[in-house]
């Protein structure tokens, strides 16, 4: 019957190519439903706790999507007359951002003073063009003692500031994001250009979403031409046959076209992880052709003709192929498992392309090479004794190999814990984006863009008028300002200790929390009352007066001492102040928690997938003992991998958590492979296991080798990527294959030739 079916292949291959071409139309279509993804909030569930939190917090008080206009005077004075009026004209115009909520800047700061009686509130700067140096002097020593405004809008030398924009998503459309970084670039461009004294830099939350597809799809324009380039010409170069890297280059292209319409179909979002699925599904595809061209043109060598050596290339490689096939997208669906939805995508649409190229390459690919010339693979006959010698030296040394093997992989293994988990999500972009340039010049300069967030409740409504509630918050902000790497701590007693001291004829002394309830609620109502519009406490204080926002802003940190930190803080809640005790929250704390929890669920995934691809092997190796001893060389790689890793690296973050369920896989294609060729011998053809070995490497040896080289390219280029998520993975994963290969060339065949079956196995 397989005879059959691939008799019918070649015989009907004009109708193969054509049906070919008309289902990847079909698929293909669905192109045009494709959506990429901006907002950072796509790393997490909708079950996820951390964002369920931030999302609560969001709800109550309102959202902090941000962008913060970062205004550098190049004459290094923001009190200046040039500056102020570009600072003043910005603020005003900022306001017209699409999907605004607020503008906070020096100059329409809320300052308040005692006039007799009365209390003023109005803008710190108001019309910088008609003031007075000495104003200005004035204004500058205000900003830089206010502690709402030191390290969040001004610097302490007063040379840099900001303008914060307050951003409210609708969620509705996905080119929201896009809309909002075109508007904010084109206004820091005209204000630059109206006013070329002052510098202007971008940063805040809706930068670094802009910055998640931006950076992808400089990668897509640059590195995929290249990779597709430098594999074509390894291919080439290997195989020595034109007609065999077209046809290679035909499947790569309908299966690539086929998975991504096929993803628009199901729905998937695209993101900065899914944007590397053509990568990988243009390695594995070029895995499934290279096996079948390089038996076809050995036999073409051997002087069959083009569909006598075509058939027998299919007839020893469909099981193995396809075993392959089944393997890899077992591990690939594994992913499923973590709880990062964009790798979980990238699982499932690399598993939909690894069965869409197995399709390809034992179709199509039958069908294309029966249409062009037919040329014998010429290096083979050096290939052949290269494996053959190489197989000499593996047998003669097998004892010193296993040893020698084993001694490595140990060392490795023990380096594993050197690994470190940790992550820090502005460091997901290289320095060559504009957004980490950005904000790593306002994190030194002025303030940082790490968040963590509290909801503090005093239990009852009202409530945050209460002195004891208030010196509890004021406690903790302190607490929160002694401790390192804090930037800023904006909490509401700042606010009322300023009113205390306005409502007391502005004395100093009286610059504390008042001491009486109702007393602290006159002090609010007042101010709110005198607050314009857009400039209100909603951001801060909830609708019954319950509860209020505090906020710390942190230096660039890694998650490891993010959550520390955060452990600290509520050691410190729980000792002092437990009855407003709350977690922290925000999209630094969801980001260091997402890459410990994804890390330990995508291991479940993976020992799942080892179950099941375990099985598989065992019933179609038929042997028990193979299968069982096939867990080595698949499980060898991944461990001295990441050895290796924790020996020059030693970081391991959120994407590198799923590096394991994503090779599981394609670790096992070598494998496959050799052990199926070596149990054809060992069955078919009775040789010794010593013979077996000989005939794997000289059948299957060239093959591994163009395969492996072909992955190690993909994945290599996809580590030139400025996107660090996909460069660590492509990385990784390079460092895997490698390994792989070289466990299955000098590990595996001294294994199954020691332990492998006895003659009344066979």
Not at 715 to 722: D, E, W
Request: one cysteine or more; proline letters at 4%; a negative charge.
């Amino acid at each position: 019957m397989q005879e059959r079916f691939f008799r019918s292949i070649l015989a009907h291959r004009y109708f193969v190519l054509i049906a070919s071409i008309i289902l990847t139309a079909i698929m293909g279509s669905g192109l045009s439903l494709l959506q990429f993804n901006n907002d950072y909030r796509m790393f997490f569930s909708e079950d996820n706790p951390q964002l369920q939190a931030f999302e609560q917090l969001q709800n109550t008080y309102a959202h902090n999507d941000n962008v913060l206009f970062v205004i550098t005077p190049k004459n290094g004075k923001v009190f200046s007359r040039e500056a102020l009026v570009a600072i003043e004209e910005l603020t005003q115009a900022a306001w017209q951002t699409p999907f605004s909520l607020r503008v906070d800047s020096i100059t329409n700061y809320q300052h308040t003073y005692a006039e007799g009686d009365d209390l003023i509130v109005e803008d710190l700067i108001y019309n910088a063009k008609t003031l007075s140096e000495e104003q200005f002097a004035k204004a500058e020593q205000i900003a830089i003692n206010e502690p709402l405004l030191l390290h969040r809008l001004i610097s302490p030398d007063a040379s840099v500031t900001g303008v914060n924009v307050t951003i409210q998503l609708p969620g509705k459309a996905l080119d929201e994001v896009p809309i909002i970084a075109a508007s904010v670039r084109q206004l820091a461009a005209d204000i630059m250009a109206k006013h070329p004294t002052v510098e202007i830099r971008l940063t805040g939350i809706v930068m670094m979403n802009t910055s998640f597809p931006e950076s992808s799809q400089g990668d897509m324009q640059t590195l995929y031409p290249l990779m597709l380039l430098v594999i074509l010409i390894t291919l080439y170069l290997m195989l020595r046959s034109i007609p065999g890297t077209f046809a290679t280059l035909v499947v790569i292209i309908l299966t690539i076209i086929g998975t991504m319409g096929l993803t628009g179909y199901v729905g998937i979002k695209l993101s900065p992880p899914t944007v590397m699925v053509p990568i990988v599904i243009m390695t594995l595809a070029i895995a499934d052709c290279v096996h079948i061209l390089v038996n076809y043109l050995h036999k073409l060598h051997q002087g069959l003709d083009k569909q006598a050596a075509m058939l027998e290339s299919l007839r020893i490689n469909l099981t193995p192929i396809f075993l392959t096939s089944v393997t890899t997208a077992i591990g690939f669906l594994s992913m499923n498992f973590g709880e990062i939805p964009p790798f979980r995508n990238l699982g499932n649409m690399s598993a939909m392309g690894v069965m869409l190229a197995f399709f390809f390459s034992i179709t199509l690919l039958p069908a294309l090479m029966m249409m062009l010339p037919a040329h014998a693979f010429k290096g083979e006959s050096r290939g052949d004794k290269i494996m053959l010698n190489f197989a000499e030296f593996v047998i003669r040394h097998q004892k010193r190999l296993m040893i020698g093997m084993g001694i490595l992989v140990l060392f490795c293994i023990a380096m594993i814990p050197r690994n470190e988990l940790n992550d820090e999500f502005v460091k997901y972009f290289d320095e060559s984006i504009s957004f980490r340039q950005d904000t790593d010049y306002t994190t030194k300069h002025l303030t940082g863009i790490y968040l963590i967030e509290y909801s503090l409740d005093s239990g009852e409504a009202g409530g945050v008028s209460d002195p004891a509630y208030l010196a509890k918050v004021e406690a903790f902000a302190e607490w929160y300002r002694q401790q390192p790497r804090v930037m800023h701590v904006n909490t509401i007693t700042d606010i009322m200790k300023r009113l205390n001291k306005n409502l007391h004829g502005d004395d100093e002394s009286w610059y504390k929390l008042p001491d009486q309830r109702d007393l602290a609620a006159q002090y609010l109502l007042l101010y709110e009352f005198s607050l314009p519009f857009g400039l209100d406490l909603n951001n801060q204080i909830n609708v019954k007066k319950s509860s209020t926002r505090f906020t710390v802003t942190m230096e660039s940190v890694s998650s490891k001492e993010m959550l520390q930190m955060e452990e600290h803080a509520q050691a410190w809640l729980a000792a002092n102040a437990p009855e407003i005790q709350s977690d922290g929250t925000g999209s630094s704390i969801m980001f260091a928690h997402i890459g410990s929890r994804n890390i330990v669920a995508s291991l479940e995934g993976a020992v799942i997938a080892l179950i099941l691809i375990s099985g598989i092997l065992v019933i179609t190796l038929k042997s028990l003992k193979i299968g069982l001893l096939s867990l080595l060389p698949n499980l060898i790689p991944i461990g001295v991998a990441f050895g290796i890793w924790g020996l020059f690296v030693g970081q391991v973050g959120m994407a590198l958590s799923i590096v394991t369920g994503m090779t599981l896989g394609i670790v096992v294609d070598d494998t496959v492979h050799f052990l199926s060729k070596y149990l054809r011998a060992r069955r078919e053809q009775g040789l010794s296991s010593e013979d077996a070995v000989r005939y794997a490497f000289s059948t299957v040896g060239t093959a591994l080798v163009i395969t492996s080289l072909v992955l190690i390219l993909g994945f290599g280029v996809l580590a030139l990527s400025h996107f660090q998520l996909n460069s660590g993975m492509g990385q990784l994963t390079a460092i895997v294959i490698v390994v792989a290969l070289v466990a299955d060339f000098l590990l595996l065949p001294p294994i199954i030739m020691k332990f492998g079956e006895s003659k009344n196995e066979k």
